[in-house]
């Protein structure tokens, strides 16, 4: 007789193994086939050019030009603002803007963005196949994870947003429900039969518990990683997740170990966190809720004085209506059974683990829910971060999971299964298609990037990671590497005294000039004042001057030869997340049980 995957017994597998990997393959082929499907447009029509499509592209330009330059991990954006550089590679999380960079070695450029959908969206597949097979049947898991590749949100997001950062982030929340459910001790850890003896420490923390807590750490480190706002996202979710278990358990260790688990996930993810939380101070964060961007201007069928603006949010609400509708009635129909039984008799989940599972999932899509609705303004402006989500419609993402997952649990009932799939693929179908034909069609947007770069004028830069008393929109467009001006600030348009100028070496991350002046002299560079720029005068650390009303990087010089070196040097903050991070990563791999020796 089979044991139950319970709580309480760690469940342990030695056989079958190519029988598992084969639905694995299943997952990653059904997925990749589906995210194909999605992007068949984008081989007829060219690129979905959403709100973001710019910036992904231009950030994945320039950090595969970095590459070329020997800059292993970029930090200043060099042809933003037209070349004037900006931090964005400190405040944007990595994992996107690396993919998109690394895959752009292997397929032109045009197909980047095809390339980088297919290949989330079969991880996300996997994903969601991967929770789903640990409470349902192999078919009904497949079903969820073609579902969750499709859902309308991804949907949403890879039509009319074209935000990749947060389509990459969505692909690990089905692996963070699943780690939370097995850190919680609602799921049992798969662990090897090789590990030490089962030994139970404090708040439950034994060999397997140890595992699960590597595990949840690692996939709410990723989500971060990905995308800052999916990250608030996931951190309020897990959060309530835990204090839910913990007062379903009347006990203090279920918080115990989440917030252990996240404590360790915030820690690997320090070399990218800690700098972009200390540095703020050093840009124009706060652009990031100017207008347009506010949770109150946004909220479901939420309507503004923009008109574009007021449509594009009608349609973001109506994406979130769908979604939060199939989830309920999917929900509803899941719930008639106490146990989810496949077609050969099998029982899958007892009655006690499906409500552990069912609660909680429940439990976040409602609080999902009722955070895109403006009576949730409070908590909007009481909790701390969550008004940098901006768009209270992303907790869609949140839905999507639960949503997958439920209908999973639906088709894997023996009646009306046939009606489910063609009603939910009726739905993806038809929701795809409005998508295609409302969204806007370009086949110029990669290469005009590819044209600004090549001409040195670059591309736009980003208000909320603009220099602190800059204005970016009076830098010059085609201004030149180096400018010689007059020595007096005062001049205005004096001519100033000749000068000879021979650029030695000029790379994102270090100028290196050789100046002759026949008289003191100012030089304007191609750089924004930033505090980690380090800058010398023939050896001497000096304090460049800005320019006008701007931060372009000045430079005062006296009579003769001057030897001026900007190099983009280590802050102590990105020190310190640095060792934070391989700290929390020995810890990780620390926690792992021992292996026993034959």
Not at 10 to 39: K, M
Not at 275 to 284: D, G, I, L, S, T
Not at 311 to 327: D, E, G, Q, R, Y
Request: hydrophobic letters at 50%; a neutral charge; aromatic letters at 14%.
């Amino acid at each position: 007789m089979t044991a139950e995957p319970t709580a309480s017994s760690p469940t342990v597998h030695l056989g079958n193994f190519p029988g598992q990997f084969r639905g694995w393959l299943y997952a990653a082929a059904v997925s990749c086939v589906v995210s194909l499907l999605i992007v068949t447009p984008f081989f007829f029509y060219g690129s979905a050019s959403g709100h973001d499509f710019e910036f992904h592209a231009a950030s994945w330009l320039d950090v595969a030009g970095q590459w070329k330059e020997g800059i292993v991990f970029p930090r200043w954006t060099e042809w933003a603002n037209h070349g004037f550089g900006e931090p964005r590679f400190i405040f944007y999380p990595p994992f996107s803007w690396v993919l998109g960079g690394a895959l752009s070695f292997f397929f032109p450029w045009t197909y980047v963005p095809v390339a980088f959908i297919v290949l989330v969206q079969t991880f996300a597949g996997v994903s969601a196949f991967a929770l789903a097979r640990r409470l349902l049947p192999e078919r009904a898991s497949l079903f969820g994870a073609v579902c969750y590749v499709a859902n309308p949100n991804a949907l949403l997001i890879i039509y009319m947003r074209s935000d990749y950062a947060e389509l990459l982030a969505t692909a690990f929340f089905p692996l963070l429900f699943l780690a939370a459910l097995q850190l919680g001790g609602v799921l049992a850890p798969r662990v090897d039969s090789d590990s030490e003896p089962r030994r139970v420490g404090p708040f439950g923390f034994d060999g397997a518990t140890r595992v699960a807590l590597v595990f949840f750490s690692a996939m709410f480190a990723a989500v971060w990683l990905s995308n800052a706002p999916a990250g608030v996202i996931a951190t309020y979710s897990v959060t309530l997740f835990f204090a839910w278990l913990a007062l379903r358990e009347r006990a203090v260790a279920p918080l115990v170990r989440g917030f252990a688990g996240m404590a360790l996930g915030f820690a690997c993810a320090s070399f990218y966190l800690l700098p972009a939380a200390y540095e703020q101070r050093w840009v124009n964060i706060t652009q990031a809720l100017s207008a347009g961007l506010l949770p109150t201007e946004n909220f479901l069928y939420t309507a503004t004085n923009d008109p574009e603006h007021t449509l594009f949010n009608w349609i973001a609400s109506t994406t979130a209506i769908v979604l939060i509708v199939l989830t309920g009635c999917a929900a509803l129909v899941s719930r008639k059974d106490p146990d989810v039984v496949a077609a050969n008799g099998k029982r899958f989940v007892p009655c006690g683990l499906k409500d552990a599972v069912w609660q909680p999932m429940l439990l976040l899509a409602a609080a999902a829910t009722f955070l895109m609705l403006r009576p949730t303004m409070i908590f909007w402006d009481l909790l701390p971060k969550l008004k940098f989500v901006q768009f209270p419609w992303r907790w869609m993402s949140i839905v999507g999971v639960v949503f997958a997952f439920l209908l999973a649990a639906t088709v894997s009932r023996s009646r009306f299964r046939w009606i489910w799939v063609g009603g939910v693929v009726l739905v993806l179908v038809g929701g795809a298609t409005l998508f295609v034909h409302a969204t806007w069609w370009d086949t110029d947007d990669i290469t005009t990037l590819q044209a600004g770069v090549v001409a040195g004028s670059g591309f736009d830069g980003v208000d909320e990671y603009d220099p602190k008393g800059d204005d970016h929109y009076n830098l010059s467009a085609k201004a030149p590497q180096v400018q010689v001006l007059a020595a007096d600030p005062d001049a205005g348009n004096a001519t100033p005294t000749g000068a000879t100028i021979l650029v030695e070496r000029w790379t994102a991350a270090e100028k290196r000039l050789h100046v002759t002046a026949i008289a003191p002299v100012r030089v304007a560079l191609r750089v924004l004042n930033y505090p980690a720029w380090r800058v010398e005068v023939n050896g001497a650390p000096v304090t460049p001057e800005n320019n006008g009303d701007t931060t372009q990087m000045v430079v005062a010089l006296p009579v003769g030869a001057s030897e001026i070196t900007v190099v983009f040097g280590r802050t102590w903050d990105r020190t310190v997340g640095g060792i934070a991070s391989i700290i929390g990563i020995l810890f990780a791999a620390a926690l792992f049980p021992a292996r026993r020796r034959a």
